[in-house]
């Protein structure tokens, strides 16, 4: 159950990853996530009152606001320093993220064994091959570095934040709601500092109706992103669950290449192969 629900945590991520990236070439990237994380919002909400989620209301719920405060930070973090760039070192980059939660799973005393440690290792150098890292000739600026590392901080630390927001299906789904909207909150608040220091709320023309679907898929996925990982960190290992959800941009290198026809470079489809061989190292381990 852990890596089939890791496994699709990767599948939903990395989906969001590749829409949430057409969405911004055409809207501003705050715009993109105050309106698909609105949007989920509203649906979350819904599911709750359906399912009686307000009764499984407790402390934990401060796990999820505390996540919905670190999401957007780390997500700012993460396209201020693709901006400043080169991308082929600071996505690979990104993917230390996984370092928090398998630490935490370590300090709680888990040991995986030698085939499991071994498809953690292949996992994650796959991962990081699969982002298309620079190996020559990539001036990084200091500022990017730590912008991706305070990003892989975030990253890592909602990941653990999310485990802890509930114990139950109906606690999770409220976990979730309570999530997004702190999501929009935080970053409401920075798209109107943002619009006051002159950037454009809007893409030019506005935002069309036939885009809403789009939002939705971005915002939705995401949500559910968090849930799979969620059931799969409580139903097995973490360090398992946490190297089996960062598989993403590799579905994300996968979709640019099936949607948008781009080639991926031979250590990108390299990495790629490597990332599935760890995969199996960990289901099977």
Same mark, same amino acid.
């Given at each position: 159950?852990?890596?089939?629900?890791?496994?699709?945590?990767?599948?939903?991520?990395?989906?969001?990853?590749?829409?949430?990236?057409?969405?911004?070439?055409?809207?501003?990237?705050?715009?993109?996530?105050?309106?698909?994380?609105?949007?989920?919002?509203?649906?979350?909400?819904?599911?709750?009152?359906?399912?009686?989620?307000?009764?499984?209301?407790?402390?934990?719920?401060?796990?999820?606001?505390?996540?919905?405060?670190?999401?957007?930070?780390?997500?700012?973090?993460?396209?201020?320093?693709?901006?400043?760039?080169?991308?082929?070192?600071?996505?690979?980059?990104?993917?230390?993220?996984?370092?928090?939660?398998?630490?935490?799973?370590?300090?709680?005393?888990?040991?995986?064994?030698?085939?499991?440690?071994?498809?953690?290792?292949?996992?994650?150098?796959?991962?990081?091959?699969? /982002?298309?890292?620079?190996? !020559?000739?990539? @001036?990084? =600026?200091?500022?990017?570095?730590? $912008?991706? %590392? *305070?990003?892989? +901080?975030?990253?890592?630390?909602?990941?653990?934040?999310?485990?802890?927001?509930?114990?139950?299906?109906?606690?999770?789904?409220?976990?979730?709601?309570?999530?997004?909207?702190?999501?929009?909150?935080?970053?409401?608040?920075?798209?109107?500092?943002?619009?006051?220091?002159?950037?454009?709320?809007?893409?030019?023309?506005?935002?069309?109706?036939?885009?809403?679907?789009?939002?939705?898929?971005?915002?939705?996925?995401?949500?559910?992103?968090?849930?799979?990982?969620?059931?799969?960190?409580?139903?097995?290992?973490?360090?398992?669950?946490?190297?089996?959800?960062?598989?993403?941009?590799?579905?994300?290198?996968?979709?640019?290449? /099936?949607?948008?026809?781009? !080639?991926?470079? @031979?250590? =990108?489809?390299?990495?790629?192969? $490597?990332? %599935? *061989?760890?995969? +199996?190292?960990?289901?099977?381990?």
């Amino acid at each position: 159950m852990t890596a089939l629900f890791a496994l699709a945590t990767s599948l939903l991520w990395g989906l969001a990853d590749f829409g949430g990236g057409l969405l911004t070439r055409r809207a501003p990237a705050l715009t993109v996530v105050v309106v698909s994380q609105s949007i989920a919002a509203v649906v979350l909400g819904a599911v709750v009152v359906a399912t009686g989620g307000w009764s499984e209301a407790g402390p934990r719920l401060w796990f999820a606001v505390a996540a919905g405060l670190v999401g957007p930070v780390a997500l700012f973090s993460f396209y201020k320093a693709l901006a400043l760039g080169p991308m082929g070192v600071v996505s690979p980059l990104a993917t230390l993220s996984v370092a928090v939660p398998v630490s935490v799973g370590l300090f709680l005393g888990e040991r995986p064994g030698w085939t499991q440690a071994a498809g953690i290792a292949v996992a994650v150098t796959g991962v990081v091959l699969a /982002g298309g890292p620079q190996l !020559r000739g990539a @001036a990084v =600026q200091r500022q990017a570095v730590l $912008l991706t %590392l *305070v990003a892989a +901080l975030g990253f890592g630390t909602v990941f653990v934040l999310i485990t802890e927001a509930s114990t139950t299906v109906t606690g999770l789904f409220l976990a979730l709601f309570v999530q997004r909207v702190t999501n929009v909150l935080t970053g409401g608040a920075a798209l109107y500092v943002a619009v006051r220091r002159g950037a454009p709320a809007l893409p030019e023309g506005g935002l069309p109706l036939r885009a809403l679907p789009a939002y939705a898929f971005v915002g939705l996925a995401d949500v559910a992103a968090n849930g799979t990982y969620a059931i799969a960190a409580q139903h097995g290992p973490i360090t398992v669950a946490a190297v089996l959800a960062s598989l993403y941009p590799v579905v994300t290198s996968l979709a640019a290449r /099936g949607f948008l026809r781009e !080639r991926l470079r @031979a250590i =990108q489809a390299a990495g790629a192969g $490597l990332a %599935l *061989v760890g995969t +199996l190292l960990l289901a099977t381990g």
